[in-house]
């Protein structure tokens, strides 16, 4: 599964589509997602914060 997020990135200073991949159950993301010193401040990185909680969710458990 695949799925892609835009917005700004405050590393780059400007607009960015990030895609975040899922390979046996684990997501990447093509930015530096999890240890990106401006995570917590940036739009990308909430949305992306927000889409994964949102799945362990709605895995069965």
């Known amino acids: 599964m695949e799925k ?3 917005g700004y990135c ?3 200073d400007g607009p960015r589509l990030v895609f ?4 046996g159950g684990a997501w990447e993301a093509d930015c530096n997602y999890g240890g990106c010193a401006y995570e917590s401040e940036c ?3 909430r949305e992306i914060t927000q889409f994964l909680k949102q ?3 709605d ?3």
């Open 4 to 6: 892609n997020f835009s």
């Open 10 to 12: 405050r590393v780059q």
């Open 20 to 23: 975040l991949e899922e390979d």
């Open 43 to 45: 739009p990308i990185g």
């Open 55 to 57: 799945q362990r969710e």
């Open 59 to 61: 895995e069965p458990s």
